[in-house]
């Protein structure tokens, strides 16, 4: 079965401090993964979006690593600021026309960042 | 504006109404979606269209629920006999045609928040 797991569910830490959130998949085939923030109220807005022969991305404080291997995948925050918090969805494409029009979601990772 | 535009953002209706929501994705892009979100989880998939044909429904698609795209552009999704239940977020994604097909991004839209009271 096509699924994407997501670690931890929830995580608070402190502004300024880096963090690494974990995303799991079993999709097959596989054609990408994409990293996406959500605000609380608010539509998923794309970080990074990643091939298999791509191991990572980085977009400003967010980087991003692929392992197509053990299919795994990690979104590293640096000094985090406190618009940082907010949930973290991991999504993974399998081949166009495939199953669930081609986007499986993980739950996400909800990050709080505090003063 | 020319991201992906969802109307109402809001909506509140009683037990039983029936509620129409509608999707504008971006220019061009082919391919839209229709997720579920409830509060905490991530988006569930409920359908998918290539133009204007409906080619994939989740089994969460109950016989309530019917979503259409008929010209291929804008879509609307309507829930019938709404029980308290289907009170979510109901977001739409559009992409582009797969050309680059390792690259086709999905573009949200803000979303339409279903209350049932």
């Known amino acids: 079965k096509n699924q994407v797991e997501q670690s931890p569910q929830s995580l608070i830490i402190l502004e300024g401090k880096n963090c690494t959130l974990q995303c799991n998949y079993t999709v097959s085939p596989f054609s990408n993964l994409r990293w996406y923030k959500q605000d609380t109220g608010r539509g998923p807005v794309s970080l990074t979006i990643?091939?298999?022969?791509?191991n990572t991305k980085s977009n400003g404080r967010y980087t991003a690593t692929l392992d197509a291997d053990t299919k795994q995948s990690s979104l590293h925050i640096t000094a985090s600021q406190l618009s940082d918090s907010a949930s973290y969805i991991c999504?993974?494409?399998?081949?166009?026309?495939?199953?669930?029009?081609?986007?499986?979601f993980g739950k996400g990772t909800k990050l709080s960042v505090k003063p | 504006d020319t991201g992906v535009s969802q109307d109402p953002r809001h909506k509140i209706t009683k037990r039983g109404q029936n509620v129409t929501f509608r999707c504008d994705p971006i220019s061009e892009h082919n391919r839209l979606y229709w997720y579920r979100q409830t509060l905490g989880q991530g988006p569930e998939f409920l359908t998918y269209?290539?133009?204007?044909?409906?080619?994939?429904k989740s089994r969460l698609l109950s016989d309530r629920f019917s979503a259409e795209r008929p010209k291929g552009s804008f879509s609307t999704l309507e829930i019938q006999r709404t029980e308290q239940g289907d009170s979510a977020m109901y977001l739409c994604a559009s992409s582009p045609p797969g050309v680059e097909r390792f690259k086709t991004e999905a573009f949200f839209g803000q979303g339409t928040r279903l209350t049932v009271v």
């Open positions: 269209f290539q133009n204007e044909a409906q080619l994939e």
């Open positions: 990643m091939t298999f022969s791509e």
């Open positions: 999504v993974v494409s399998g081949s166009p026309g495939g199953s669930q029009g081609n986007l499986i």
